[in-house]
């Protein structure tokens, strides 16, 4: 991928990911809490699909790119999964086998759908 290409298909992030970064150390040096600093930047980071344009810049790393989106992206189908299993331990104790169950089957299609699209996304060529 020539450079033009690379600015061109990136520049929106980049700049995104400029104006995160001053907002993060302009509000550190005003003395903002740090779980509010934390909050907004995942917040804009998943409207403006900051962490995509990051995961598709870490991805075009020859060799070493894919390993790393893979080791990122497995813990979270652990974190969703152990989550699951974590909220039906407390609905069973309270005694809400019933939204249990459709909890644990929202869970299983949310796992689904997203290996699905994963595919889905492999097989068919965007250009």
């Known amino acids: 991928m020539s450079k033009t290409v690379f600015s061109r298909n990136y520049k929106k992030h980049i700049i995104i990911w400029l104006l995160i970064a001053i907002f993060i150390a302009v509000a550190l040096k005003l003395g903002i809490d740090e779980k509010i600093i ?37 813990p979270f189908f652990w974190l969703l999964n152990g989550l699951g299993y974590f909220v039906s331990i407390i609905a069973i104790k309270k005694g809400y086998s019933g939204e249990f169950m459709k909890s644990r089957v ?5 796992l689904v759908g997203i290996v699905v699209g994963y595919v889905i996304g492999h097989i068919i060529p965007l250009r």
Not at 52 to 70: Q, S, T
Not at 106 to 110: C, G, K, R, V
């Open 38 to 74: 934390v909050f907004v930047t995942l917040i804009l980071g998943v409207f403006t699909q900051l962490f995509v344009g990051l995961g598709a810049l870490i991805a075009m790393i020859p060799f070493i790119g894919p390993l790393i989106i893979k080791v990122l992206a497995i």
């Open 106 to 110: 929202l869970t299983l299609a949310l």
